[in-house]
C-alpha cells in the first residue's frame, strides 16, 4: 500500500504540472473540484443520466451506489426505474443491455469487476460487436457502454484483480477504453457512453479511491482513439493505459536521474488505437517499451509490438519490450512478483538503452 | 392452505408481491392460466379465473379483470383441479404446521413446519396443452377461443401455404448448389404464421431462425427473402450473413444471429425500453426446447420477471434440437413449468393447431402489455424436416416418426380443413394459390440471381459507425492486393 501511496502523490504532481492535453484544461483550472477516480465516474454518469432522458444505468448493486460507490446518488436521483439493480447474471446484463441500446436508449451496464465478465463473453463478442454489421446497419446496439473495474488492487487474487483487455481488443466492432485518472475517466466515459458504438470502458480499480485531481464539474468529453502523449522525452517511448501509467511514470522519472529520457504515451483507446501517435513517438526515440498487468503472451501489448516493428522496423535500435503480468494465473501471495513493476520497468529501459 | 390463508391475513400481504413463492405453495398458476381461455366472448361463464385470481396475493390493481370477492370461489376450483402432488403439498401445510409460525425471511414470510419432506420432482400429472381444433381440424366444443374472421383466417392459411411452397423452392434451390444453406419451417408453420397474426408489426420481434413466417406474415416480400438467401446486393444484411438470417427494421424484425438464445436476454431490454416509453406493444422472442436449456434462457426469464418487462417467450418445442431428443435435454415436465419457478406466467399450448396458437398469443399478448409483464408460451410441435440443408434427420430418429407427424398431425392440413369446413377454401383457391406462389418464387430466384452481389466497399462499413483507420488501411491494402492477384477473388463481386 505505501507504494500505491507514493503513486498518488505522484498523480497529484503529474498533474499540477498539466499534461493533459484537452480541450478544457483552461476550465479545469476555473472550476474544477478535486475528486477522486469513482466521484469522478460517479458524475459522469450524473451527466449522462441528467443530459438524455433515455439513458439507464444498471447492474448488480448498482441502486445503492455500487460495491465502488461509483453509482452513488443516482438512484435517489434520477429514479429506481433509470438506475436499477440486476439480478446476479452477466449474460443476462450485457444481453439485456444490448436490447434496450437497440431500441435506441443509452444502456450503461456495470459488470463488478471484470474478472466476471467472462459469462457476458458471448453477448459481448457474438452480439455487440455485431449487431450493426450483420444487420447491414438496420440496426446496431452503439449505446451500450459496459463498465468494469480491472487489475491489481493489492490483495485481489486470482478474481478480483484481472485486466482481461485483450479478449475485447481482438473483436471487431467494440471499443475498448481505459482511463489512467479521475479526469480522464469523467472525459472518456462521457464519450464512450455517447459514443455510437458498443464500448468496454475498463475502470482501474485500485486508482477507484487512491487517485484524486482537479476534475472540472461541467459535461466534457475526451476523444476516443486518439492516444495521448503525458510525458515528452527522446531517448525511448513507453505504452501503456489505465493505472499501469503511475507506474510507468515513476520509472521515467528515475530513469531521467540517470539522464535517460523517456515518452510516456497514454494510449487511452485500446481498440480502434491510434497506431500514428506511437509511430511518430518511435520514429523520434527509436526504442518502444510496452507495459501491463495481463499476462504478457498474447497481450495487447503483444499487437502493440507487432504494428511497430512494422511500421517503424528501420528506425528501431533495439528489439521491443514487454514488461506485463506474468504467465500464471493473477497469484494472491505473490502479486508482488507477478506485478510490472517500476525496477522491471527501470531495467528494461536501461536494457534496451544499452542493446 | 385455504384456511391458512384466509387466516393468515398479514402473511398474505407480505407475499403479495411474491407471487413467486406462492406459486410454490399453492401451485395455481398454470391451472388459472390454462382456464383464463373460458373468458371467451360470450362473458357468459362464472369460472372466471384469469391471472388475477391470485388476487387476494398478487393483488394486482392492473388487471381489469380482477375477481374482487374471489378468494372462496377462486381457492376452492383450484382444489378441485389439484393435483394428487398438490394435495401431498397441502397436507405437508395442513398436517404440520404451526400456523403461528412463520419464518420471516427477506422478500416474504415462509411458513415453518416440523415435517422433513422434499417436494417431489415430477409433478403427478403433466401441464395439460390447449387445444382448440383437434387432429383432423374439428372445433373442440368446450374449447374456448376467440373467433376467427373469415379474412383473418384465410390470410394465415395463404401465408401458411407460402411459407411451405418458399420452403420447398429454397431447400431445392439449395440442393442445386444456387444458395449455399437452407433450413426449413416445415411442421411449424402453425407456429410461425398464427402466433404472428397476434402480434401487431409495433411489436418488437426477436427471432431464433425458425420463424420466418413472422416476417413473411408482416409483409416482407418474396423478393427480400430471395435477396437474402442469395447474398445479393439487395439483400439488407449486405451479404454478410448464411442465408435465413432475415431482419427489416421497417418490419420491427431484428435481425437473426445463430448463436442460441441470445435473442432472450435482449428481448428483455427491448421490453423494458417499450415500458419506459409507455408504448402499447411487447417484444415477442421465439426459441427451441435446446435454446431453454441455455444459459441466456434463464437469465432472460428471471430479468423479465424481475424487471416486470411485457415480453412473450415463444418456445417452439420440436422435440429436437438437431439429433438430441427432448429426453436427453432436459427432465421435469418440459419448459412451461420452468416459467412459475421465475414468476412468469406460463401456457402450453398445441403448437400445430392454428387456432390454438393464435388465441394463447393473443390472450398473452394483452397481458403483458395491460400488466406489464412477460409470458411464457410453450408450443408443442415437431420439426418434420431435417435441421438445416447439413443434416439427415433419419440417422437419428425414426422415419416412421417423422411420418406420422408429416401426415397425421400436419398443422397445415389440419387448418386447411377447418376453413374448407367453413366453405372459405375450395381445391382451385388451393391449386391457384400455390402455382402463383411458386411463380413468383422462380421469378423472384432469377431476379436474384441476376442481381450483382454487394461491392467491396461493403465488407468495411457496419464495423463502427464509421471505419476506423485500421480498416482503411486493410481495404487500401486488400484492392492492391486484387490488382496483383485477380484470379484469387470471386468474380461476381464488384471491386
Known sequence: MATRLNRLSRWHSVFKRGYSTSADEHKLQRS?????????????????????????????????????RCTTGLADRFGKSRVFNTPLCEQGIVGFGIGLAAMGNRAIAEIQFADYIYPAFDQIVNEAAKFRYRSGNQFNCGGLTIRTPYGAVGHGGHYHSQSPEAFFCHVPGLKVVVPRSPHQAKGLLLACIRDPNPTIFLEPKWLYRLAAEEVPEHDYMLPLSQAEVIREGSDITLVGWGAQLSVMEQACVDAEKDGISCEL????????????????????TGRLLVSHEAPVTGGFGAEISASIAERCFLRLEAPVARICGLDTPFPLVFEPFYMPTKNKILDAIKATLNY | MVLWLTRSRNVAHHLKRKWDLVGVLNHSSSLCSSSLHQHHHHHHHHRHCSSSSTSPITNNSRDPDTVSSNSASGFSIRRLESTKAQQQLDSVYDDHDDENQVLDFPGGSVMLTSELRFISETPEKRIKCYRVLDDDGQLIMSSSFQEVSKELALKMYRNMITLQTMDTIFYEAQRQGRISFYLTSNGEEAINIASAAAFTTSDVVLPQYREPGVLLWRGFTLQEFTNQCFGNKSDYGKGRQMPIHYGSNKLNYFTVSSPIATQLPQAVGAAYSLKMDGKDACVVTYFGDGGASEGDFHAALNFAAVLEAPVIFICRNNGWAISTPTSEQYRGDGIVVRGQAYGVRSIRVDGNDALAVYNAVKEARKMAISEQRPILIEALTYRTGHHSTSDDSTKYRPVNEIEHWRVARDPVSRFKKWVERNGWWTHEDESELRSSVRKELLNAIQVAEKAEKPPLSDMFTDVYDHPSSNLFEQERFLRETIKRHPLDYPPEVPV
Do not use: H, M
Not at chain 1, 497514454?266 to 497506431?275: A, C, G, M, N
Open chain 1, 32 to 68: 474544477g473540484k478535486t475528486v477522486n477516480l469513482f466521484t469522478a465516474i460517479n458524475q459522469a454518469l450524473s451527466l449522462a443520466l441528467e443530459t438524455d432522458p433515455r439513458a439507464y444505468v444498471f447492474g448488480e448493486d448498482v441502486r445503492f451506489g455500487g460495491v465502488f
Open chain 1, 265 to 284: 504515451i497514454d494510449l487511452r483507446t485500446l481498440i480502434p488505437w491510434d497506431k500514428e501517435t506511437v509511430e511518430a513517438s518511435v520514429k523520434k
